[in-house]
């Protein structure tokens, strides 16, 4: 079936604006990843879903940044207030299971430029 | 706090020759995996290959093979005969196999494949 699917794939926004990211994980996966991508730097966490229930999100850098996934397939990243440090990558990823044991498939990602 | 460094930021090899890319991490855990991505200049990150901790032989899979030395928590990649396609992003990953399965990252190694 399809891949990980992420839109926008480009998003520019004024400082201040929120910007909501979507993300579409493989049909029947049950853990749902998001991950920020700073320019030239590996990913870094930013929380968990296992189903709906969002299990870790100790990687959000503050409290303008929110996620949900209220039925357990679709997410959404949500950011308040866009500041330009919030200017990266973000990628998504889901597995059917834990990570270790189950491959992560990720997103093409959505590039956010706050300007 | 588990940690993943790649020293080598950039690394050039000649198309069939055969490189390796480097990684240590830092864990306190005993059970974990640890896995090697490609991102392309796409931006859609691929699994290359996995290892866990628990299994002494070394993981391969067709031209990619790693050198697992837990003693040293050293965790390298050699890719053999080398393909204009294997010109990527390469990140080392560690994730333990609590119940946080968040992927921890390295800063990256660039691979660049020249004829």
């Known amino acids: 079936g399809a891949g990980v699917s992420q839109s926008p794939r480009y998003k520019v926004a004024k400082r201040g604006q929120d910007v909501a990211l979507r993300c579409d994980p493989i049909s029947g996966h049950v853990s749902l990843f998001w991950y920020q991508q700073a320019l030239g730097q590996g990913p870094e966490f930013l929380t968990y879903?296992?189903?709906?229930?969002?299990?870790?999100k100790s990687g959000l850098p503050s409290d303008r940044f929110f996620a949900e996934r209220p039925e357990g397939s679709v997410s959404t990243l949500k950011i308040q207030r866009t500041q330009q440090e919030d200017s990266a990558v973000y990628l998504c990823?889901?597995?059917?299971?834990?990570?270790?044991?189950?491959?992560?498939?990720f997103g093409p990602g959505t590039r956010l430029t706050v300007t | 706090a588990q940690t993943v460094t790649q020293s080598q930021p950039e690394m050039s090899v000649q198309e069939a020759e055969t490189v390796t890319l480097s990684c240590t991490y830092d864990?306190?855990?005993?059970?974990?995996?640890l896995f090697w991505y490609k991102q392309p200049p796409s931006r859609q990150m691929i699994l290359v290959i996995r290892?866990?901790?628990?299994?002494?032989q070394n993981a391969t899979e067709n031209r990619f093979s790693v050198n697992f030395q837990k003693a040293a928590k050293s965790f390298s990649l050699k890719i053999s005969d080398s393909q204009l396609g294997d010109a990527a992003m390469y990140f080392c990953?560690?994730?333990?196999?609590?119940?946080?399965?968040?992927?921890?990252f390295g800063t990256g190694t660039r691979l660049q494949v020249t004829l």
């Open positions: 990823a889901s597995s059917q299971g834990l990570a270790g044991r189950y491959e992560q498939y």
């Open positions: 290892q866990e901790a628990y299994k002494q």
């Open positions: 864990t306190s855990e005993s059970d974990y995996y």
């Open positions: 879903f296992q189903n709906e229930a969002q299990l870790d």
């Open positions: 990953a560690y994730t333990y196999t609590g119940t946080a399965s968040k992927l921890t």
